[in-house]
């Protein structure tokens, strides 16, 4: 965004780390967010902060939190192919093949894509570990089983949605492996840590949510993968369904199968073979047939939105199905020219710089103010990615504030935001400013730049300042406001044009009860059509100004009055009568 940090899901990851140092160092409890989504909920559940926080604890305070989220990406790709290849060493491949299945799950382009702003990419790098530990207990002692269940509980903190395929992976490629029954008692206690895991995350962060409900099939749809996505080396549609395989790895997985087939080593090919077909197959959602019936008998899948969710397990077992069709090389050269070809097979352009904006003055400034809570213009619903710039900057104020970036968020948290989100267009309804008080805000950060020249933000600011508010500082595009302050006038440019929609309107259709839009002149002409009967109500500046039944093709007069803006308010019956404005025009006199 021009003039502040760039939106992503990366703030937001990145917040749920550094959450992590700053409450240690606080003397507070490390898995608790003192500052989000308050005061309409409590104290919220930080689990995304394990296990990684802690590494970035000491990696933030000495190179600041964006070199050190960048250093910590760039470990856990070492600690993904460090973790793959010790595994691969205790099931018998040498030196060369084990390095080779390593640099293939590092650098799997979904698992890739899923580091850029997801913690699902580094969090899948805990897999290996468990299957490593599972191995060592079948060698050595079993405290090792210990690890591996501590490795896959650890997975639900971060990613619930890995954990329903990781968990029955890691129980099958159990039973696969070993018969002996104390390894595979301890691999079941391995697998329910996890699953409480899972349950106690979702009892804690989804319940009560807006999350709570799961996602429709329709929205599945929408992040569905295809055939072309398989093979295509640049997304097609987002990074979500992003799931290419290469063109040379899944030809070498395939030949590995083959050879742990005629090995006599069917167990861990099933268990391999299961583990790559099964999440890729997900991964096409809506378009396979047998999905819609999966997630209408198997509850746990109606929840995740996106079906490539799995596909992490799938990398891992490419990975290690490629490496045994390495291995069978004769020519110890071969296996360098190996690793160069699959690197060049798995290269994909997903990363790219963003603006990280750090040290902004504005929410420095914040730091030395009297105590009160913050909110920031303009006001998203918890579930929309714009919203991760304001937790982002909290690193800064550490403030309480009612708004967030969540896809869990509580459902109180969701309603305010849809009261709060008319002041992104200067709209201040009555009660307005006794819920502020309530909410216990005493200052206003507004983000120019998330407005994408609306012109919605000039109206935001002038009502700020009608309001009693004035400006305390500002960085690039974002302004702190604060009462009592001086008031001047807006830093940005007046809209030109005579009409600016606020929010609630898909296209010329109204989406709530009560919508409105800024004015210049001196009365409006409005053509309305509507599918049923409805009556449209139009106020301006407050007051009611005309009401019309629209029963067919309407057009209504709304004065103005004196010139300048006006905020001209449109209250409908029902949004789903299809009312429209079809046009609508300002006249000055």
Not at 375 to 403: K, N, T
Not at 492 to 515: A, I, K, Y
Not at 572 to 586: A, F, N, P, Q, Y
């Amino acid at each position: 965004m021009p003039g502040e940090a760039a939106a992503g899901d990366h703030l937001q990851a990145e917040y749920h780390l550094w959450l992590v140092g700053h409450q240690l160092e606080h003397g507070r409890a490390p898995w608790r967010d003192p500052y989000t989504f308050r005061p309409e909920s409590p104290p919220r559940a930080n689990f995304g902060g394990w296990p990684f926080g802690l590494p970035f604890w000491p990696l933030s305070a000495l190179f600041g939190p964006v070199l050190g989220w960048n250093l910590l990406l760039l470990l856990t790709y070492l600690t993904a192919g460090a973790f793959v290849y010790v595994w691969l060493r205790e099931l018998g491949l040498p030196r060369g093949a084990a390095l080779v299945g390593g640099l293939a799950f590092a650098l799997a382009p979904y698992r890739v894509a899923q580091s850029a702003g997801h913690l699902r990419g580094p969090i899948s790098t805990l897999l290996p570990l468990a299957l490593w530990a599972f191995e060592r207990s079948r060698r050595g002692s079993l405290w090792w089983l210990a690890g591996a269940g501590a490795a896959l509980a650890s997975i639900p903190f971060s990613d619930v949605h890995l954990t329903l395929g990781a968990v029955p992976f890691f129980a099958l490629y159990a039973l696969c492996r070993s018969r002996d029954a104390r390894v595979l008692a301890g691999a079941a206690l391995g697998t329910l840590a996890a699953v409480g895991t899972g349950l106690l995350v979702g009892h804690l962060v989804v319940s009560g949510s807006i999350g709570a409900g799961g996602r429709t099939l329709r929205e599945v749809s929408h992040y569905s993968a295809d055939g072309l996505d398989l093979v295509t080396r640049h997304p097609r549609h987002g990074l979500e369904s992003f799931v290419f395989l290469g063109w040379l790895t899944p030809l070498l997985a395939l030949a590995g199968l083959v050879l742990l087939v005629r090995a006599g080593r069917r167990g861990l090919a099933l268990a391999l073979a299961l583990g790559a077909l099964v999440p890729v197959l997900l991964a096409f959602g809506t378009n396979l047939p047998l999905y819609s019936a999966l997630w209408h008998h198997f509850p746990p899948l109606r929840y995740p939105r996106v079906p490539e969710r799995q596909m992490p397990i799938a990398c891992l077992a490419l990975a290690a199905l490629a490496a045994f069709a390495v291995a069978r090389l004769r020519w110890a050269l071969l296996v360098p020219v190996a690793l160069v070809a699959l690197a060049a097979d798995l290269h994909v352009r997903v990363y790219d710089a963003a603006a990280a904006d750090s040290g902004n003055r504005a929410y420095e400034a914040l730091r030395s103010q009297t105590p009160g809570r913050l909110l920031e213009l303009p006001v998203f619903h918890p579930s929309v990615q714009l919203g991760s710039v304001y937790p982002y900057y909290d690193q800064e104020a550490q403030r309480e504030r009612p708004g967030g970036y969540s896809t869990i968020a509580p459902q109180e948290a969701a309603q305010l935001a849809l009261r709060l989100e008319p002041l992104n267009c200067g709209d201040w309804r009555p009660g307005t400013e006794g819920l502020l008080r309530r909410l216990g805000v005493r200052y206003v950060a507004l983000h120019a730049g998330l407005y994408a020249g609306t012109g919605r933000a000039w109206f935001a600011w002038q009502a700020l300042v009608e309001h009693g508010y004035g400006e305390i500082a500002r960085d690039g595009a974002i302004t702190l406001f604060g009462p009592g302050q001086p008031r001047g006038q807006p830093k940005l440019p007046e809209p030109q044009r005579p009409l600016v929609f606020c929010e609630g309107w898909n296209g010329s259709s109204p989406t709530h009860r009560h919508t409105a839009f800024w004015a210049r002149g001196s009365r409006l002409r409005v053509a309305l059509t509507t599918r049923e009967p409805d009556r449209a109500t139009f106020s301006v500046d407050g007051q009611r100004a005309t009401s019309v039944r629209v029963t067919a093709p309407t057009v209504v007069t709304v004065p103005l009055g004196s010139g300048g803006w006006h905020l001209v308010g449109v209250d409908i019956t029902r949004t789903d009568r299809g009312l429209r404005l079809e046009s609508v025009s300002s006249v000055s006199r």
